[in-house]
């Protein structure tokens, strides 16, 4: 009896050709070193860039913190060489560059803590966020996709595919207020329905129904969230599927008598899906700084808020803290990205 591993061989299998072997232990490690070397030279580059890249913006920011208070002259002189404002700039880079090997990120002009102290409070909203987000946009993305790939030219297609785009093209901050507008303001004598401001109430409760309240609160940015970046998920899931499909396992295990959601489900999903790994690997670096644009119109206390609030005075220091934070973390996850993709398609390997 022909089991339906014999009767359609994965896309992978046939493309390492014969007497090709899949990538062993020593090849994985010399590729994932290779790929260690390219993302330590781009961090390097990250470092000099997220130096210099923020004093090119407009503003001082000891005089922007003295905004209020009545200090000399010779007082903002004092509070510049407390900051090492005063020095030349390549010996601000230089003692940069030492305390971010060191782990320390300097203290907030603002804030008056330890940038990775802010850092730190920071992360756990955001990660709650767009962690839930990145979950949620990927499940549907990969479903939808899915659906549409398979009937390609559908009327399921049609819809899914065009109400992707749209979301996609619409701006975060034009979707985020019009959102909060609608089921957070009201309209007219419909009345908001959602909280659309910070993590929790101010008569936060106790229990579960903490966790109730937190979850409101989360329904309107994480919705924002979604809608505008499940589209790369569907896309890239559609086209890889339609691709496949035409691939000569798929005919044979159909000409087999296979049913087509076990073609679809055992065969041309698994080998659809590595384009879709790759670009969810990518997404979890950016989870990591959240989404500066959404935080900010639901004022999250995240790290997309916090660099935002950053960018305001300006604040140096958090600033180059929480991009560089962010930054670091989409290199890391890209090469994973390369590493996971090298041993889940050898195919890679002849790129």
């Known amino acids: 009896m022909t089991t339906p591993l014999e009767a359609a061989e994965p896309a992978a299998a046939q493309a390492a050709g014969p007497g090709e072997e899949r990538p062993t232990g020593r090849g994985v490690l010399r590729y994932a070193l290779s790929k260690l070397g390219g993302a330590l030279f781009g961090i390097a580059m990250v470092l000099v860039g997220t130096f210099f890249v923020f004093r090119l913006l407009p503003g001082d920011p000891v005089r922007n913190m003295a905004q209020g208070r009545n200090m000399t002259p010779d007082q903002l002189d004092a509070e510049r060489?407390?900051?090492?404002?005063?020095?030349?700039?390549?010996?601000?880079?230089?003692?940069?560059?030492?305390?971010?090997?060191?782990?320390d990120l300097g203290m907030s002009y603002e804030y008056k803590r330890p940038v990775i102290d802010l850092i730190g409070e920071r992360l756990g909203p955001t990660l709650l966020l767009a962690g839930t987000g990145l979950v949620i946009a990927v499940s549907l993305g990969i479903w939808q996709g899915t659906r549409a790939g398979w009937r390609h030219g559908s009327r399921f297609d049609?819809?899914?595919?065009?109400?992707?785009?749209?979301?996609?093209?619409?701006?975060?901050?034009?979707?985020?207020?019009?959102?909060?507008?609608?089921?957070?303001?009201?309209?007219?004598?419909?009345p908001g329905i959602l909280p659309f401001r910070g993590i929790e109430s101010v008569d936060a409760p106790d229990g579960f129904a903490y966790v109730l309240d937190v979850a409101s609160h989360m329904v309107l940015p994480c919705l924002t969230l979604v809608a505008v970046v499940y589209a790369q998920y569907l896309l890239v899931m559609r086209s890889s599927?339609?691709?496949?499909?035409?691939?000569?396992?798929?005919?044979?295990?159909?000409?087999?008598?296979?049913?087509?959601?076990?073609?679809?489900?055992?065969?041309?999903?698994?080998?659809?899906?590595?384009?879709?790994?790759?670009?969810?690997?990518?997404?979890?670096?950016?989870?990591?700084?959240?989404?500066?644009?959404?935080?900010?119109?639901?004022?999250?206390?995240?790290?997309?808020?916090?660099?935002?609030?950053?960018?305001?005075?300006?604040?140096?220091?958090?600033?180059?803290?929480?991009?560089?934070?962010?930054?670091?973390?989409?290199?890391?996850m890209n090469t994973l990205a390369d590493v996971v993709y090298h041993i889940l398609d050898p195919r890679v390997r002849s790129a």
């Open 241 to 332: 599927l339609i691709e496949e499909v035409s691939q000569d396992y798929v005919t044979v295990a159909r000409a087999k008598g296979l049913r087509d959601d076990e073609v679809r489900r055992r065969h041309a999903v698994p080998n659809a899906l590595l384009p879709t790994v790759t670009l969810v690997f990518m997404r979890v670096g950016f989870v990591v700084g959240g989404a500066v644009t959404v935080e900010t119109i639901y004022t999250w206390p995240g790290l997309g808020q916090l660099f935002y609030a950053a960018i305001s005075v300006p604040d140096f220091t958090l600033m180059q803290g929480t991009f560089l934070l962010i930054t670091v973390a989409v290199i890391v």
């Open 158 to 190: 049609r819809f899914s595919t065009g109400a992707s785009l749209l979301l996609w093209s619409v701006p975060t901050f034009w979707l985020g207020l019009l959102l909060m507008m609608v089921f957070g303001v009201g309209i007219g004598p419909i």
């Open 81 to 103: 060489r407390r900051l090492g404002l005063d020095k030349p700039l390549i010996d601000q880079f230089i003692d940069f560059v030492g305390d971010t090997l060191r782990l």
